[in-house]
């Protein structure tokens, strides 16, 4: 038994009182709008110049987050970081189908995020501007490179001659 088994099966904060359809829903809501009231004081901060409430917004709403997130994965066993071993074929199974949802998201946003910060740098004419179309080609190029990776990862398994098989 290694060490980080013995910390979930003692459950120093209790995490299995949130296992039930109601609580989860409610961590779910919770997380989310953690990050939403994250994501309104960011946009306050940069917005504005009242940076105190933007950061304690921005600050609250990780903390929110922080928590929710620690909760669900605590209630569930931290199934998603399992080995494949530990977790029967059901199990495997959504969670794939929830990572490829997620890489879709990711990519997405990715791709759309580079594209505004490449527009907002741009149209800018100010000293930003640089930060602004660097963050953008980051982004582009972080889409560039992460979104075909499962196609050619495909395409180096299957396209190969059958005596490198």
């Known amino acids: 038994m ?5 910390i979930r099966d ?13 609580d989860t829903r409610r961590l779910i809501v919770a997380f989310f709008a953690g ?3 994250a994501i309104a004081g960011t946009v306050a901060g940069q917005v504005s110049d009242a940076r105190g409430p933007a950061l304690a ?16 994965r605590g209630a569930n066993n931290n199934i998603d970081t399992a080995p494949d071993e530990q977790v029967d074929e059901y199990e495997r199974h959504v969670l794939d189908t929830w990572r490829k949802r997620a890489l879709k998201a990711y990519s997405a946003l990715t791709g759309i995020g580079g594209t505004v910060f490449l527009l907002l740098g741009a149209l800018r004419g100010s000293p930003s501007s640089t ?6 080609y980051f982004l582009l190029f ?15 398994t299957f396209n190969r001659k059958e005596e490198e098989k």
């Open 142 to 156: 972080t889409f560039l490179i992460v979104y075909p990776l499962p196609m050619v990862g495909f395409a180096i």
């Open 35 to 37: 990050i939403a009231v």
């Open 2 to 6: 290694n060490r980080i088994t013995s």
């Open 57 to 72: 917004a921005l600050v609250a709403g990780m903390l929110v987050s922080m928590y929710s997130w620690s909760m669900l």
């Open 10 to 22: 003692q459950d120093p904060l209790n995490t299995k009182r949130f296992r039930n359809p109601r």
């Open 131 to 136: 930060a602004l179309m660097a963050c953008g």
